[in-house]
C-alpha cells in the first residue's frame, strides 16, 4: 500500500486537539502532508521508530492532545485433558473474545514537555476465577443498573497501563516520570495486539520476568555511533515490583533497570539489545497491638519477602518481507528470612532461577499484506505450581504456526494453531499433562 | 539520511557521540558486572536456615516445624518418646501420639491411653486406589503423599485419636490430621479447623 493512500484513509480519522492550558476540546482531522507516516502505536507513545516494528501498522501524530488506541476480537478454542487445573486459568470450549480495549491520550505540552495514558477497558474482575481456600469462585460483578429499572448488569473496570510526564533536553537526554513500561525486549513496550505477529504475545513475556511496568524516573536518550549505528541507553529508578507498587513501596529498597540497545540499517535492519532489571519484592500485613505502654499500635508482618534480578537479551532482522526476532529471559528469585511463602503443610518455596525464551520467523508478501509465520517458545521454571509434584525443574515448549495479514495499515488479521508440550516429572494428571491443541482467530486494529 | 530514533541531523549529534563512546562503556561494563552476579544458588536453594527435603522444597529444621507460615520449636510434651518407653499393645498412659509407639494414636478425648490407629493410615500412596478398603481412604498426595482418614466434618468433627479434624472446602473433604501439623487449632493452610463436638 502506498503511503499517500494510508496518509488518505487516516485522515479520516478524528482526533482531539487541546487549545492551550485551558482546554477547550475540538475535532481536528490529520493533514494528509503531515510529518512522516508513523509505522506503529509506539511511535506515538514516544517510542523510538527503528525499536518498532517496520511493518506495522500506520497512524497519524496528532498535534496538541491526541486520542488514539487498539483493539482486538477474536476466537479461539483449546483442547486441553479432562479435569486439568490449566482449566482454572484458561477456557476450553470455543468462544469468541473482546480482548484488549486501550486507548492513549497523548499530550504535547510544549517547551520540551509531553504526556502520555493508556488505559485498557476490560469486562474484568467479572469471570475471573481465583482460587481460594474453599475452592474456585468465579467472580461476578453483577449490580442493579439504577437507569434500567434495576436490573442487573455485569460492570467491568480498567487498567492504567501507563501514566507519565517527560522532558526532553535532546534527543540524548530524556527524563520520564510516572508509570512507564519496562524497557526491555520488543514487545513489552511495543505492546498492541495490532503490532504483535502471533495471535498473543510469547508465554514468556506475559509471565513478567521483569516486571510489565514500574513507577519511577526513567532516564533515556539515543546518540549515532556512525552513520548505520545508533546506540540508546535506558535507566530506570522505580518502586520495583510489589502488591501496590503503583503508588507505594513497602520497603526502602528501590529497583535499577539498565538498557542498552543497538541499530543498524544497512542490508536490512538490525536491533539487538540487553537489559538488566534489580529490586525487592516485599509484601506486608498490618496488625493493631497494644504496645508496651497499653496504648495500640501497628506491627507489621512479613508476609513475603524476595530480591530478584532479571536478564533480557534481544534481536531482531527485518529485510524486505523477512522477519526474524528472538528474546531471551532470566529471572532470579531469592527469598529473605521470614519471607519465603508456604509451599504445602510443611514445605517452603525453593529459590528459582526461570528462563525462556523465543523465536519468530516470518516472511510478509506484498498481496493483502500476508505473512505467513512460524514461532518456539521454551520456558524453564522450577515447580511452584502444583504442590502436589515435587519442585523439580519444569520445561514447557509452544509452537505455532499461523497467518498475519495487514489488508489495509490499521487492520491486523491472524490465524493460528498452537501445541504446547511440557516435560514434567509425574504428569499424569497434572496440570501440564501434555500436549495442549490451541487455534487461534483475531482482528486487531488501530484507531 | 534515514530517520532513526526521531534523530534526523546526524552532524549534530557527533559530539555526542564521542561522549556516549565513554558513558556506553560504563554502561556495558555495568550489565557486564550485573550479568556474572549469581543471586541463586542452585545448590542451596532454602537460605541459611532452611533445609532441601527429597522433593526439592524446603523444610524447617530438625526440632522444628511450620506453623502458621513459620518454623517453631517442636514444644517436648514430658513424654519420653524413646522406643520401648511404651510398647505396642500395653495401652500405656500418653497426652499424644509423640509418646505411642509406631501404628498408635493416643486417645487424648477419651482413654488418653495409646490405641490402634486406623488401618491404612499413614500408608504411602500416589492415588485413591492405594487407599482403598482401608479406614484412610484418602490419599494426601498434597505434601505427605499418604492414606488419610477423610470425612470427619460428617462425624462432628471426630477424628481417631488425637488427630484434629480440618475442612478443606478446596477438595470438598474434611481430613484428620496429626495434632502436631495444627497447633492450637490451626490448620495447615488452607484447611479450616472443625471443632469436635461429641464424644466418641
Redesign the interface.
Known amino acids: 500500500m502506498s503511503r499517500s493512500r494510508a496518509s488518505r484513509r487516516l485522515a479520516c480519522r478524528v482526533g482531539l486537539s487541546l487549545l492551550g492550558w485551558l482546554g477547550s476540546v475540538h475535532a481536528q482531522s490529520a493533514d494528509p502532508g503531515a510529518s ?1 507516516e508513523p509505522t506503529s502505536l509506539a511511535e506515538l507513545e514516544g517510542e ?4 518498532t516494528d517496520p511493518s506495522a501498522p500506520a497512524l497519524e501524530t496528532l498535534g496538541g492532545l491526541a486520542l488514539y488506541g487498539f483493539a482486538d476480537f477474536g476466537f479461539y478454542k483449546l483442547f486441553m485433558p479432562k479435569g486439568s487445573l490449566l482449566r482454572t486459568q484458561l477456557f476450553g470450549d470455543s468462544a469468541f473474545a473482546v480482548g484488549n480495549l486501550n486507548t492513549y491520550l497523548s499530550g504535547e505540552l510544549g517547551g520540551g514537555w509531553r504526556s502520555l495514558m493508556e488505559i485498557r477497558f476490560t469486562y474484568l474482575p467479572n469471570g475471573s476465577r481465583p ?6 469462585e468465579r467472580v461476578s460483578t453483577a449490580a442493579q443498573d439504577y437507569t434500567n429499572s434495576g436490573r442487573v448488569r455485569n460492570t467491568g473496570s480498567i487498567f492504567i497501563e501507563r501514566a507519565w510526564i517527560e522532558y526532553s533536553a ?3 537526554l530524556n527524563l520520564r516520570g510516572g508509570s512507564w513500561l519496562t524497557p526491555y525486549g520488543i514487545w513489552n513496550e511495543d505492546h498492541g495486539s495490532p503490532t504483535i505477529i502471533p495471535v498473543t504475545r510469547p508465554y514468556v513475556i506475559g509471565l513478567e520476568l521483569l516486571p510489565e511496568r514500574q513507577t519511577g524516573l526513567l532516564l533515556y536518550g ?4 556512525s ?1 548505520s549505528v ?4 535506558q ?1 530506570g529508578l522505580s518502586n520495583g515490583r510489589g502488591p501496590i507498587q503503583d503508588y507505594a513501596d513497602l520497603d526502602e529498597n528501590k529497583a535499577v533497570t ?1 538498557r ?1 540497545q543497538l ?1 543498524h ?1 544497512g542490508a536490512g535492519d538490525l536491533d539487538l539489545g ?1 537489559a ?1 532489571y ?1 529490586g525487592r519484592y516485599t509484601d506486608l500485613d498490618q496488625l493493631i497491638r497494644p504496645n508496651g505502654n497499653g496504648v495500640l499500635g501497628v506491627e507489621e508482618q512479613l508476609l513475603q519477602r524476595y ?3 532479571s ?1 533480557a537479551l534481544d534481536a531482531r532482522y527485518v529485510r524486505g518481507g523477512l522477519h526474524l526476532q528472538t528474546e531471551f529471559i532470566m529471572n ?7 519471607g ?1 511463602p ?12 526461570r528462563y525462556g525464551g523465543y523465536g519468530l520467523a516470518g516472511y510478509r508478501f506484498d498481496w493483502l499484506g500476508i505473512m505467513p509465520y512460524l514461532t518456539g517458545e521454551y520456558f524453564s521454571p ?2 511452584t505450581f502444583e ?2 509434584r ?3 525443574r519444569d520445561v514447557f515448549w509452544d509452537f505455532g504456526l499461523g497467518i498475519n495479514s495487514r489488508p489495509t495499515t490499521n487492520v491486523t488479521l491472524k490465524l493460528e494453531g498452537n501445541l504446547a508440550v511440557f516435560d514434567i516429572e509425574n504428569a499424569k494428571g497434572s496440570a501440564l499433562e501434555h500436549p495442549v491443541l490451541g487455534v487461534q482467530a483475531q482482528v486487531a486494529w488501530a484507531f | ?7 534526523t541531523r ?1 552532524d549534530q ?2 559530539e ?2 564521542r ?3 565513554v ?2 562503556r560504563r ?2 561494563l ?2 557486564a558486572i ?2 556474572c ?6 545448590g542451596a ?6 533445609r ?9 529444621p530438625e526440632g522444628s ?2 506453623s502458621d ?2 518454623c517453631v520449636p517442636v514444644v517436648d510434651d514430658g513424654v519420653d518418646d524413646s522406643a520401648g518407653a511404651c510398647e505396642a499393645g500395653a495401652g500405656c498412659a500418653c497426652t499424644s501420639s509423640r509418646g505411642c509407639p509406631e501404628g498408635e494414636l493416643c486417645d487424648s478425648h477419651d482413654s488418653e491411653r495409646c490405641v490402634a490407629a486406623p488401618s491404612g493410615l499413614g500408608a504411602p500412596c500416589s492415588g485413591a486406589a492405594e487407599c482403598a478398603g482401608t479406614e484412610a481412604t484418602f490419599c494426601e ?4 503423599r499418604t492414606c488419610v482418614v477423610q470425612g470427619c466434618a460428617a462425624r462432628a468433627g471426630v477424628c481417631p485419636g488425637d488427630l484434629v479434624c480440618c475442612d478443606y ?2 477438595i ?1 473433604t474434611s481430613l484428620c ?1 496429626p495434632s502436631d ?1 495444627a497447633p492450637d487449632g490451626g490448620c ?5 479447623l472443625v471443632m469436635r463436638t461429641s464424644s466418641p
Not at chain 2, 552476579?37 to 542452585?42: E, I, N, T
Open positions: 512522516p523510538p521508530l527503528s525499536l482460587i481460594t481456600a474453599s475452592g474456585i535532546s534527543a540524548a539515543s546518540f549515532f555511533a552513520e545508533t546506540l540508546r541507553y535507566v539498565l542498552l541499530h540499517h540487553a538488566a534489580i530480591d530478584e534480578a536478564y532470579e528469585k531469592a527469598y529473605a528470612d521470614g519465603r508456604v509451599r504445602s503443610a510443611t514445605q517452603f518455596q525453593p529459590d528459582d532461577r522450577i515447580n504442590p502436589t515435587a519442585a523439580t | 539520511m534515514h530517520r532513526i530514533w526521531g534523530v546526524y549529534h557527533r555526542g557521540i561522549r556516549m563512546d558513558e556506553g554502561l556495558a555495568l550489565l550485573s550479568l552476579g549469581c543471586l541463586v544458588d542452585s536453594p532454602c537460605g541459611a536456615h532452611l532441601l527435603d527429597a522433593d526439592g522444597a524446603c523444610v524447617c516445624a511450620l507460615g513459620a498426595s498434597f505434601s505427605t472446602a478446596v470438598g490430621v501439623l495447615p493452610a488452607p484447611g479450616q
